[in-house]
């Protein structure tokens, strides 16, 4: 993992238990926060049907996908039943200075 | 491979199947009304207390009829009593395996998967592939070539139709796929939705299926009476007269290939004793532009998207004043549907116009 790291959003533009999506450099992201206030990021894309997790549901620490009920644990990406049976990636994510980054892996970017 | 003289091969592995990835209708983008994120978060709000209620009420109303007519068997009496029995078991489980199978019937997702497994047992459907082909149907819905839930291609097959409120031949032909799941063998169809990591368990359940089903048999023959046939088994043929009326409303008649629910679907109007066996799926536009939401929220959904919506029909008398008359017609005129007539204010994309 490299460690640029790329500006997502300000904290206060997701909502708690919720999750938004952020596209960046031709990719799509899904990113989460939780009840308590922490931070997560997935791939943005359900990996059973290419639906966007964006307009799914969050409960606790799993995010239901809005087209087949497809879910997932977006802490680890872990798919938890038919129809979601392939996990999703996940990526780092950090606060600072009350702003979302999101660190995508690949090299190039920037803050 | 069925080709009807509309040219429409509805096979999952045929002709339009190919037309409709080409045309991009083939999972894709479907239109979906506007409503507030805060509003949808609120309506998909899981919960345990209306569905365990109503599962309390659903099993408690199957086990008093059935009791009934165990004690009034070889009278009269026995009618009314496996009537009940009947519709309770071989139509209402319809909708509860339709909710568990979405697992949105309850918060917890257990019960969700408890549910699903008795009432796909109860409808004659099997778990495994029959939650694949919803899948399928949800995302491609009345997709020609796709969807392998349509219930009435065209032109409508009458006497098919017919038998299929005694489910006279869709349950032989499950019990076929059945025999052949139970010999780790799935069609060719199935296999275009049935990932890989999912069909051991189709095999598994078909053996404990066919198992449970032998017992009974055998029970039957030991006994020297139906009796026990009437409580596992024959439910699925007497009883499923009601699952047809009310399933028919969904789709039928209505336009195909079109990337619109509002089009290809039936909200109907129904009163409580009716929306309680269907769990109140005859909010059907409304489940499929929003699956997430769950059955007890459905009501409250509609009400948010009406404005948006064609006009909901009256009750079952309204809406089969309608798909009577179509699927006469399309025996002749096999391209004829039902045009949805939308509010100006909520018209479709252009490209998603019907063909």
């Given amino acids: 993992m490299n460690e640029t790291w790329i500006e997502v959003c300000g904290i206060g533009e997701i909502e708690k238990a919720d999750l938004i999506r952020f596209d960046h450099d031709g990719r799509t992201f899904a990113i989460y926060r939780t009840d308590d206030d ?3 990021a997935t791939d ?11 307009g799914g549901f969050v409960m606790d620490h799993i995010i239901e996908c809005p087209k087949h009920n ?4 977006f802490t680890t990406g872990q798919a938890k039943g038919a129809p979601a049976c392939v996990d999703l990636k996940t990526y780092p994510v950090k606060v600072e200075a009350g702003k979302v980054f999101l660190n995508s892996g690949l090299p190039g970017d920037q803050f | 491979m069925r080709v009807e003289i509309t040219g429409r091969d509805y096979s999952l592995i045929g002709r339009d199947t190919k037309l409709a990835e080409e045309r991009g209708l083939a999972n894709a983008e479907w239109y979906s009304c506007k409503i507030s994120r805060q509003r949808l978060k609120e309506l998909m709000q899981r919960r ?3 569905a365990i209620r109503d599962t309390l009420i659903w099993f408690a109303a199957l086990i008093i009829a059935g009791t009934l007519g165990y004690l009034t068997w070889g009278t009269w009496w026995t009618a009314p009593c496996f009537i009940v029995y009947g519709v309770i078991y071989g139509s209402s489980s319809d909708s509860r395996w339709h909710e568990s199978l979405h697992r949105t019937a309850f918060k917890t997702v257990w019960m969700n998967d408890a549910l699903y497994e008795i009432a796909s047992f109860m409808v004659f459907r099997e778990s495994v592939p029959w939650r694949w082909s919803h899948t399928r149907h949800h995302t491609d819905t009345i997709i020609v070539g796709r969807d392998p839930e349509i219930a009435v291609p065209r032109p409508p097959d009458l006497v098919a139709l017919a038998l299929s409120f005694f489910s006279l031949q869709r349950v032989p032909k499950e019990f076929v796929k059945m025999v052949r799941h139970c010999f780790g063998q799935l069609t060719t169809e199935e296999k275009t939705y049935i990932p890989d990591e999912e069909r051991h368990k189709v095999y598994r359940n078909a053996r404990i299926y066919i198992l449970i089903y032998a017992v009974v048999i055998a029970w039957a023959i030991v006994i020297h009476s139906i009796l026990p046939l009437m409580y596992i088994g024959l ?14 409303t969904q789709h039928a008649g209505l336009a195909e290939d079109v990337l619109d629910h509002r089009l290809n679907c039936r909200t109907v109007y129904m009163n409580p004793v009716f929306r309680f066996l269907y769990w109140e799926m005859n909010y059907h536009i409304e ?5 997430m939401v769950p059955y007890h929220a459905l009501g409250k959904l509609h009400q948010e998207l009406k404005a948006e919506m064609p006009k909901t029909y009256d009750g079952l008398w309204e809406a089969y004043r309608e798909i009577i008359p179509t699927t006469l017609r399309q025996v002749k005129e096999p ?15 252009p490209s998603l116009a019907p063909v």
């Fill in chain 1, 38 to 40: 922490r931070y997560y």
């Fill in chain 1, 70 to 73: 497809g879910r997932f644990d």
């Fill in chain 2, 235 to 248: 439910p699925v043929f007497y009883g499923a007269w009601l699952m047809i009326i009310f399933g028919l």
């Fill in chain 2, 48 to 50: 345990d207390g209306p």
């Fill in chain 2, 287 to 291: 489940h499929h532009m929003f699956p």
């Fill in chain 1, 44 to 54: 943005g894309l359900c990996t059973h049907a290419n639906v966007h997790l964006s």
């Fill in chain 2, 335 to 349: 391209t004829y549907f039902v045009r949805r007539q939308l509010p100006s204010t909520a018209q479709p994309l």
